[in-house]
Structure formats: C-alpha cells, structure tokens
C-alpha cells in the first residue's frame, strides 16, 4: 500500500433497530482494486452527544489513506452503559459479515475514535467476548464472525471514566472553576449513572486489575496542551499523566502500543490524520 490519495464512495445503511430505533452506518469506500483495511469509527461526545456526522473529518482522512470506514451511531446518553458496547460489538461483526461490500476483509477491521469514542473503542477490543457487550446475534443468513479487532486508534481517548470524572469534579469545585469543565460531571451521571460503573468500563483499571483481556496493536494520539484527557490521577500511584499511564500499563500487559504527541491545534490536521491512517495499512496490511 502506497502514500497515495484515494477517491471514494460514501453511502448510509441502517446496520441495527431497536424496536422503532434505527442506527445508522455511514460507509466509506476506497476506489480501486483492494482488498482494503477498515476501520470502524466511532464518535465522541463525553457519551452523552454527537452522532456519526461528528466523524466525518477523521473518516474522510482514513478513507483517503485507503482505509474502508464505517462511521456508526450506537445508544448512548440516557440509554447508559453498556448500551454503546452492545451496539458497537455488533457493528464490528456487522462490518466483517459485509466485508465484501467494504472491499475488505474479516481479519483486517479495526477501530478508532475521538475522546469517548476512543474510550469505546478500547474496551470493545479488549472485551470482544463479553457476553454483556456480544448480547445481540448477528441475523442467521449472515456469516458468523466474532468481535475481535486487528488494531485500535485511540485519538485523546477518555481512557479512565472514573479519574476523569473526578478530575472533573474537583475542578469544577476549585476556586476559579476552568471554562473546559462545562456539564461534564453531569454527563457522566448520565450515561454511567454510578462510580462502580464507571470503574467497571474502563480500560485503565482492566489492565491494573490483571483482567485477561485482549490487546491488539494500538495507537494513542494526544494533544497537549489538552487538560480534558492529558492530566495527572491523584488517586493512582503512576507519577505521570494518564496517556502515559496506559501505555505503560498496555505495554506491561504485553500489548504493543504507540503514543502520539502532537500540537493540541494540529491534533486534527491532515498530516496528523494522514498518520493514523498509516497506522493501520501497517498494522493491517492486505496487500491491497
């Protein structure tokens, strides 16, 4: 796979209804001979917000890069934890049953995500068999495939829900309270509802728990300055930031992993984009 720009064909799909609820996927489609990469891309929003419109700018970027991308929309917000996994392990076995339509293979799909969306990606990756998460099966005419991913780019992923909803917390309960806090406590309460929650889904914890977990190639890029995902845990016993602390956490676990640190403004810039998209023909090569 070279360097070069890639058209593409983008179409929406419903891929799953919950009773008269339909979830949407946005399929990204590289021109040319193939097989490609895919990448399932999910959105941020602190669980709480957005859909896969917000996924455009990351999708458009991988799809030029020749990665195959579907850009979904899952239950979130007051739908609660694990709502979002339930949907989004499907969508991956969704993906692979249809990976021809995608000019990819089973073996070749991956994730990526912004902020919760990286979080998302993560925990499904590491939890492909969780019986919570795989709880809807695939329509029988379908092929059957698990939930496994081949790689994961995580973009200043909300790695660890309960440090960063106190760390939250005591910043909106500071003095000068900084403008980023917004609502964000109160989207955790929304969407996670407890503490024993949010330590439950979290990677972070997963990994210091020793859980047997799966840990595929992945990718962190951050942006710094950036105090809503790059910050220190008062409550662990790692001198460093978060990001730091996973990495060293996934690689102890025995996962490979890469740390991206760029400028906080060229965090979604072509050049950074063009990078993530580079992670995955390589980590997900198919000669296409």
Known sequence: MTDATHEFTTRD??????????????????????????????????????????????????????????????????????????????????????????????????????????????????????????AIPLPSAMPAVDASLAAVAMLWPVINPLSRYRHALRARDSATPPPWVG??????????????????????????????????????LQGRPDPVHDYHDPDGDFAGTEPERFVANYRKAGGAIELLLVEQAERASAAVLGQVAGFFRTRMPTNG
């Not at 949010?198 to 914890?205: E, S």
């Open 13 to 134: 799909v419903e891929y799953l209804r919950h009773g008269a609820r339909g979830l949407m996927a946005r399929l990204f489609v590289p021109r040319g001979a193939g097989p490609f990469p895919a990448v399932l891309e999910l959105h941020g929003g602190a669980w709480c917000n957005g859909d896969l419109n917000e996924c455009q700018t990351y999708a458009e970027a991988l799809a030029r890069g020749g990665i195959a991308v579907a850009a979904v929309d899952f239950r979130h917000a007051g739908d609660g934890y694990p709502s979002s996994l339930v949907d989004i392990n499907y969508a991956i076995r969704w993906v692979k049953a249809h990976a021809r339509e995608l000019n990819t293979r089973p073996d070749c799909v991956g994730a990526a995500g912004q902020s919760s969306g990286g979080h998302l990606a993560m925990l499904a990756a590491m939890r492909p068999e969780d019986p919570r998460y795989g």
């Open 183 to 220: 609502n964000i406590p109160d989207r955790h309460d929304l969407y996670w509802k407890t503490e024993a929650a949010m330590a439950d889904g979290n990677p972070m914890l997963a990994l210091e728990r020793g859980e047997n977990l799966r840990l595929p190639p992945a990718l962190w």
